[in-house]
């Protein structure tokens, strides 16, 4: 065989020799053994469900109105001399400060002839009681032992005498009450709305001067659905101290909450709306010491009421219940179907009155499909077992 011959074979031979080692190898390799996977459920979150004394917080909305709003009207007439300087809308006064002062000199004319009429009176009833003095000597020498006749003894005429005394003290004290009207003041502090009066302007019993509330407290109220009424305790005619409240509301940016009281439920369900109103009482609410603004009627205002007591339930998510009774939980691996007894329900949590135990594994994830005793998979156990198998694998 020549060398051109022997180098031709050689690439060939080479070929079929490494066709046949491939060969072989395949026919020695051993398959991989299959294991077979369990099937595996979604992931869902989890919660544990705890037992806990919870206090019960009815949330609403009100408006702020006034206690006290008064028309300051005039009892006299007269024209105003003075008109206190803080009454301007805004303003500020003092209880029994004068607002207006109407021009008294009529008053004290007036004043002066009831002081006159009542002196008048009294030497009349003293001159009468003088005369029935001497009558009553001049019938005793007349009629010795006789008993004197009213008439002669001048009874009626100082009945009429003593009439008259009464008479001009009642007019004594009309006077001097409108010289004291002259002066048109509150008996409590207050804040002015607003005002239609000015000094020079001649004034009525029918002019209204102006319109003012009172500082001292505002009432909010909150309309509730009449089932809200069950978890809180209104005070009754009785009396009773009502449970305290939260009133907020949002200023520039900034929240300020203000303390109060539930003090009464008006007397009749809103016809349009059927909700109830119950009213909140806030004392102070122009104080502006402690940094938030005044509490002026007409704000519109979120109020948390403070109400009972829920013992031994279970708080969840709202989101958690599911179908209006049922609940799911985590349950070796499976998911159960629970039906449970709602106490309340708001817009966070509910309250579970029973359904569920203590350190129960309450689902709160959204499944699309669901049956009881489904399989699946508690995300924090799966966290556990993804980092186990990371460190397996390294």
Same mark, same amino acid.
């Given at each position: 065989?020549?060398?051109?011959?022997?180098?031709?074979?050689?690439?060939?031979?080479?070929?079929?020799?490494?066709?046949?080692?491939?060969? #072989?190898?395949?026919?020695?390799? %051993?398959?991989?053994?299959?294991? &077979?996977?369990?099937? @595996?459920?979604?992931?869902?979150?989890?919660?544990?469900?705890?037992?806990?004394?919870?206090?019960?917080?009815?949330?609403?909305?009100?408006?702020?109105?006034?206690?006290?709003?008064?028309? !300051?009207?005039?009892?006299?007439?007269?024209?105003?001399?003075?008109?206190?300087?803080?009454?301007?809308?805004?303003?500020?006064?003092?209880?029994?400060?004068? @607002?207006?002062?109407?021009?008294?000199?009529?008053?004290?004319?007036?004043?002066?002839?009831?002081?006159?009429?009542?002196?008048?009176?009294?030497?009349?009833? %003293?001159?009468?009681?003088?005369?029935?003095?001497?009558?009553?000597?001049? #019938?005793?020498?007349?009629?010795?032992?006789?008993?004197?006749?009213?008439?002669?003894?001048?009874?009626?005429?100082?009945?009429?005498?003593?009439?008259?005394?009464?008479?001009?003290?009642?007019?004594?004290? +009309?006077?001097? @009450?409108?010289?004291?009207?002259?002066?048109?003041?509150?008996?409590?502090?207050?804040?002015?709305?607003?005002?239609?009066?000015?000094?020079?302007?001649?004034?009525?019993?029918?002019?209204?001067?102006?319109?003012?509330?009172?500082?001292?407290?505002?009432?909010?109220?909150?309309?509730?659905?009449?089932?809200?009424?069950? #978890?809180?305790?209104?005070? +009754?005619?009785?009396?009773?101290?009502?449970?305290?409240?939260?009133? +907020?509301?949002?200023?520039?940016?900034?929240?300020?909450?203000?303390?109060?009281?539930?003090?009464?439920?008006?007397? %009749? !369900?809103?016809?349009?709306?059927?909700?109830?109103?119950?009213? !909140?009482?806030?004392?102070?609410?122009?104080?502006?010491? &402690?940094?938030?603004?005044?509490?002026?009627?007409?704000?519109?205002?979120?109020?948390?009421?403070?109400?009972?007591?829920?013992?031994?339930?279970? /708080?969840? /998510?709202?989101?958690?219940?599911?179908?209006?009774?049922?609940?799911?939980?985590?349950?070796?691996?499976?998911?159960?179907?629970?039906?449970?007894?709602? @106490?309340?329900?708001?817009?966070?949590?509910?309250?579970?009155?029973?359904?569920?135990?203590?350190?129960?594994?309450?689902?709160?994830?959204?499944?699309?499909?669901?049956?009881?005793?489904?399989?699946?998979?508690?995300?924090?156990?799966?966290?556990?077992?993804?980092?186990?198998?990371?460190?397996?694998?390294?």
């Amino acid at each position: 065989m020549s060398n051109t011959t022997l180098k031709g074979l050689i690439p060939l031979i080479v070929l079929v020799l490494g066709i046949a080692a491939a060969a #072989w190898l395949v026919s020695a390799r %051993q398959a991989p053994e299959r294991t &077979e996977r369990p099937p @595996l459920g979604p992931l869902v979150e989890v919660m544990p469900a705890q037992i806990a004394d919870v206090p019960v917080v009815v949330a609403g909305h009100g408006e702020v109105v006034a206690r006290v709003a008064v028309d !300051v009207v005039p009892q006299v007439a007269g024209r105003v001399v003075k008109v206190h300087r803080s009454l301007v809308a805004g303003g500020f006064f003092r209880a029994n400060e004068a @607002l207006v002062v109407i021009d008294p000199r009529d008053y004290e004319l007036a004043l002066e002839r009831a002081q006159a009429s009542v002196a008048r009176a009294q030497v009349s009833i %003293q001159r009468e009681r003088a005369e029935a003095v001497v009558a009553r000597e001049e #019938w005793d020498e007349l009629h010795p032992g006789e008993e004197a006749p009213g008439l002669v003894v001048r009874e009626p005429q100082i009945r009429q005498a003593e009439a008259e005394l009464a008479a001009a003290n009642a007019d004594l004290a +009309s006077a001097q @009450l409108n010289l004291e009207r002259t002066h048109v003041s509150l008996p409590f502090d207050g804040v002015v709305v607003s005002e239609s009066v000015d000094v020079g302007q001649f004034v009525g019993s029918t002019n209204r001067l102006a319109r003012v509330y009172g500082t001292e407290v505002v009432d909010v109220r909150v309309p509730l659905d009449s089932r809200e009424l069950a #978890w809180f305790d209104v005070p +009754s005619r009785n009396g009773g101290e009502g449970p305290r409240a939260d009133v +907020s509301v949002t200023f520039g940016g900034s929240r300020s909450t203000w303390e109060g009281r539930v003090t009464r439920m008006e007397a %009749q !369900v809103d016809q349009t709306s059927r909700m109830v109103h119950v009213v !909140v009482e806030v004392e102070d609410p122009y104080n502006t010491s &402690e940094g938030h603004p005044a509490l002026l009627p007409g704000t519109f205002v979120d109020v948390r009421i403070h109400g009972k007591t829920l013992e031994n339930v279970v /708080p969840i /998510p709202r989101f958690a219940v599911r179908e209006g009774d049922q609940v799911w939980v985590f349950e070796d691996g499976k998911l159960a179907v629970r039906r449970v007894q709602i @106490l309340r329900s708001d817009r966070h949590q509910t309250l579970v009155a029973s359904g569920i135990d203590a350190d129960d594994l309450v689902i709160v994830s959204s499944l699309d499909a669901v049956t009881d005793g489904m399989v699946v998979r508690n995300t924090a156990v799966q966290e556990v077992l993804d980092i186990t198998a990371t460190g397996s694998d390294a």
